[in-house]
T-cell receptor, first 112, second 111 residues
Framework: QKEVEQDPGPLSVPEGAIVSLNCTYS??????FMWYRQYSRKGPELLMY????GNKEDGRFTAQVDKSSKYISLFIRDSQPSDSATYLC????????????FGTGTRLQVTL | DSGVTQTPKHLITATGQRVTLRCSPR?????VYWYQQSLDQGLQFLIH???????AKGNILERFSAQQFPDLHSELNLSSLELGDSALYFC??????????FGPGTRLTVT
């Protein structure tokens, strides 16, 4: 079983929809929870991160962490075709190392 | 543009050969990380250097090695290449916080 699980999709939504992307994890030592966006054949781009539990909002993006359920989410409001990409969750266990442990990524397609 | 640069963009080589991938971190970042992205394994951590010293290793093969130089650029050396080493190789850099900024990657094809 992988430490971080993420539905690979693809997820197809119409423009303007609210998108919900999720990851579950098994290692309770994870402290930082990151979301990256990756366009095809490009490097991952950091969208936002959260420390421990709680919510964080940045423009159209909201990240939520529920450590009790080992479940994290990224919500995208008013989705745009330019949001079409693969979204990767990643986590850091600062007790051992600063490496990122990634989910497999969810491919999102926002249609006109 | 993350500020992290990687060269070359593409590399095609034969099995058994050796290649070197290069990474320049963002200005002022002391940490460099290397990751491998393949279709079946996703993004996997390989190794972390901080100010010239190795800090952590992931599932990096013995055929792979890395170093970070005094000017903070890093090189990843891959030797005795196999078909299964074909992948995207990314480097990322960070300052003191948890944020890691990724370069554009090097696409390695082993034929």
């Amino acid at each position: 079983q992988k430490e971080v699980e993420q539905d690979p999709g693809p997820l197809s939504v119409p423009e303007g929809a609210i998108v919900s992307l999720n990851c579950t994890y098994s290692n309770s030592a994870f402290q930082y929870f990151m979301w990256y966006r990756q366009y095809s054949r490009k490097g991952p781009e950091l969208l936002m991160y959260t420390y421990s539990s709680g919510n964080k909002e940045d423009g159209r993006f909201t990240a939520q962490v529920d450590k009790s359920s080992k479940y994290i989410s990224l919500f995208i409001r008013d989705s745009q075709p330019s949001d079409s990409a693969t979204y990767l969750c990643a986590m850091i266990n600062t007790g051992t190392a600063s490496k990122l442990t990634f989910g497999t990524g969810t491919r999102l397609q926002v249609t006109l | 543009d993350s500020g992290v640069t990687q060269t070359p963009k593409h590399l095609i080589t034969a099995t058994g050969q050796r290649v070197t991938l290069r990474c320049s971190p963002r200005s002022g970042d002391l940490s460099v990380y290397w990751y491998q992205q393949s279709l079946d394994q996703g993004l996997q951590f390989l190794i972390h250097y901080y100010n010239g010293e190795e800090r952590a290793k992931g599932n990096i093969l013995e055929r792979f090695s890395a170093q970070q130089f005094p000017d903070l650029h890093s090189e990843l050396n891959l030797s005795s290449l196999e078909l299964g080493d074909s992948a995207l190789y990314f480097c990322a850099s960070s300052a003191t916080g948890p944020e890691q900024y990724f370069g554009p990657g090097t696409r390695l094809t082993v034929t």
